[in-house]
C-alpha cells in the first residue's frame, strides 16, 4: 500500500484535523471528530445534514458551508456513522427550523440515519439513488447512491439558504434525484487503508463497467476500450433509463474517483456532451472534477441531471464550501 | 497504459475541447489549439501569459480567467509550447499595456518563450524556480519551476486586475518568487500517454524524493516512510532553504500530482503545518488539492510563500479561474 499516512488507526482523524484547520474560515470540527459543520450557522434556516464512509472525500464535509450543507458526518473508511454522530450534528446546527438528511442509498447509513431521524424531531429524509448500473449491489439493496448526490445537495443547499421550509425542501431533493442519473466506470481498484490491499483484482487491459464507489462489482468485467466507446455506452444507459425526460436543458458532471487527472476528465466530459447533445439533452451546466471518490481508484463516472428553471437558478446559487465555491 | 483516452495523437485536443466547451463562460479556445484565454478581456490591463508541456493541469489552462492569467499557450504533454503559440496569445490578449510571461524555469520553456519576447515588443518575463530539491535536473539548469508557479500567478494576476503597470508587475512576480520555495515526493510514476508506459520505474515499497513535476529524479530514491517523516524532511529542505526569511505569515500549498486523493493530501497538510508552526512559520493562508500535476503520478509536493501584507491582500482578491475562484 503507497499512501501518505502515519498509522491506519489515524489516517482519518489527522485528515480530518487537516481539512478543518485548512478551512478554519467557513468550518468547525464536531468533539471527538463526529461531526464538521458550518462556522456560522443561519437562525431560522433548515439544517441540511449529510454523511457516509469517509474515502469519498471531498463529499460530503467539503460541501458544508454557505448554500449546501450545514453539517456533514464521517464514518471510517467506507463505513457508515453512527447514530450518535448524526444526533450530536443536528444538536450542534438545528436552529429551530428542522433538519433534512441526505443519505447515499447503502443499507448501512440508511438504518443508522434512521435510527437518529427517529430518536430526534423534526427530520425528514432524502435518500439518492442514481447509479443505473445495477439494481442491487453489496451494501445495498435498491440503486446506490453516488455522485449525484452531489447534486441534491447543491440544489436543496441554496434553496435552504433562501429560506425554505423542511417539507419543501424534502420535495425538492426528491425531485432533484428523480432527475439524476449517474454510472461509473473502475480501471483500478481502490485500497482501503486498514486492508492494506485493493478491495479488487483488475488485469492490466481490463475495466469494470458500472462499479460503485466502494469498488463493488458494476455489470460486468470488460476489456478497456476507448474514452467514446466508453461514453457511448454509460450515456446510453442514463439516457435509456430516463427515458423521454431526457431530453432539454441538463447539467453534466463528469466525476474523478480520485486516481484519475483532470486532463482524463475533460477529454471524457467532451465524449460526454457530444453523444447527450446527439439525442436531444442541452448541456446548459457543467461540472469537472474529482468530488465523490473512492480513495485512490483510477476510473470516472458521469452524472446528468434534468434541469429545470428553479433547479438552474438554484445550482447557479452562490455557494462556499471547500469544494464548490462561485458567487461569493 | 490504463487511461481515458481514444488516440494518443488527440488527447491533448480533446481534453482541451472538453476543458473550453466546460467553462464556455469565462474561456475561448484560440485557432488551432494554440492558446486558451480569458473570454472578457480588459482594456489597459497588462496581459498575464504563461504556458508550458501539458500534463500539469489545472495549470496553467485552468488559471486563466479574472484576477489571473489572460491566457496560457498548452504544449504537448510534457513539452514546451512552440514561439507562434505564444505570439498568437499576445497578439489575442494584449490591449496595448503589455504582457507579462510566466515561465517555469526548464529550459525549452524559458528559451521559446524568451524567443516569443523577442518577437513581440512590451514584453517582460517572470521566471519561476522554487523547487529546493536539486540545483539543476534533467531538463533545467538552475532550479525546476514547480507548484510555486500557482502563488505567482494569482498574487500578479491580482495586481494587473487593479491596474498595476508592467515593470511593477514583473517586480512582485520576482519578489513572490523569491519569497516561495517547494519541493515533492513520488509514490508512483507517471505515463506520458504518447509513451505507453511509466516514465520510471519504482518499487512497491519505495518513493522518490525531491521528485520533478515530469517525473524527473528528485534527490534519492528511498523507502516509504510515513507522512510525519516525510513532512519532516520537506519542510526542513524548505525552511533551511529560506533561512531567516522562514518566520512570520505565509500560504501553505499542499499539492497533488494527479493520482493522490484529498484525503492524503490534508494529512499532509496536518503533518506539515504542524512541523512549520513550531519553527516560527504562521500559516495565514492555505491551499490543499490537486493544482500542479504530473499526468497520473501519485504523490505530492508542499510548498511554502512568506507573505506579506500586500501579498495577503493579493491572494485574497477576487478570482475567477476554472480552478481556482474566490469572491465572485
Known sequence: MKKFLNSVDTVLTESLDGFVGAHSDILVLGDEHKFVRRKELKPGKVALISGGGSGHEPLHGGLVGHGMLDAACPGQVFTSPTPDQMLAAVQAVDTGAG?????????????????????????????????????NSSYTTGRRGVAGTLAVEKIVGAAAEQGMALPWLKALGDRVNAATRSMGVALTSCTVPAAGRPTFEIGDTEMEFGVGIHGEPGRR?????????????????????LGDRAKGPALLFVNGFGGTPAMELYLMYNSARKIFEKSGVTVTRSLVGSYVTSLDMAGCSITLTMLDEEMTALWDAPVHTAALRWGM
Do not use: H, P, W
Not at 438528511?101 to 443508522?112: H, L, S, T
Not at 437518529?116 to 439518492?128: D, F, I, P
Not at 468485467?221 to 433509463?241: H, Y
Open 99 to 135: 433538519c433534512l438528511f441526505i443519505v447515499k442509498n447503502y443499507e448501512g447509513d440508511v438504518m443508522n440515519f434512521d435510527m437518529a431521524a427517529e430518536m430526534s424531531e423534526g427530520v425528514l429524509q432524502v435518500v439518492t439513488n442514481d447509479d443505473v448500473a445495477v439494481e
Open 221 to 241: 468485467r470488460d476489456a478497456l476500450k476507448s474514452a467514446d466507446a466508453i461514453a457511448e455506452e454509460v450515456c446510453a444507459a442514463i439516457a435509456g433509463d
